[in-house]
């Protein structure tokens, strides 16, 4: 099993980013998808999820109205939109696999983690 995700990098406040997350080894469109972050010295925290169909859809309040989660199953592929990005989401960003069909906020949901792809917003 293998999650590769990518499209991080340095981007100034206000800027955007799209996070893509490659899934490969198992099933994909069964299970729902998460992406989390960790900034350093900070514990790993829920940002995004979305359930196997991609109907579904919720948000850490902190991305709320900025942040946009999508999956393509047809690609095995899961995104995260950035908008109107702010220092403070600084962080390592990581995709995950849930073992269920939705996705939810709680890391031990989550079976499968990719390595993760650093997003750096300057002030």
């Not at 196997?52 to 919720?58: A, I, Q, R, V």
Request: proline share 2%; aromatic share 12%.
């Amino acid at each position: 099993v293998q999650l590769q995700a990518s499209g991080g990098g340095l981007v100034q406040a206000g800027g955007s980013l799209r996070l893509s997350c490659a899934f490969s080894g198992r099933t994909f469109s069964n299970n729902g998808m998460g992406w989390f972050r960790q900034a350093p010295g900070k514990e790993r925290q829920f940002v995004a999820g979305v359930n196997w169909s991609g109907s579904t859809k919720h948000y850490a309040d902190s991305v709320k109205g900025r942040f946009s989660i999508s999956r393509d199953n047809a690609k095995n592929t899961v995104y995260l939109r950035m908008n109107s990005l702010k220092p403070e989401d600084t962080a390592v960003y990581f995709c995950a696999r849930s073992r269920l069909a939705y996705a939810g906020n709680e890391p031990n949901v989550y079976t499968y983690w990719g390595q993760g792809t650093l997003v750096t917003v300057s002030s």
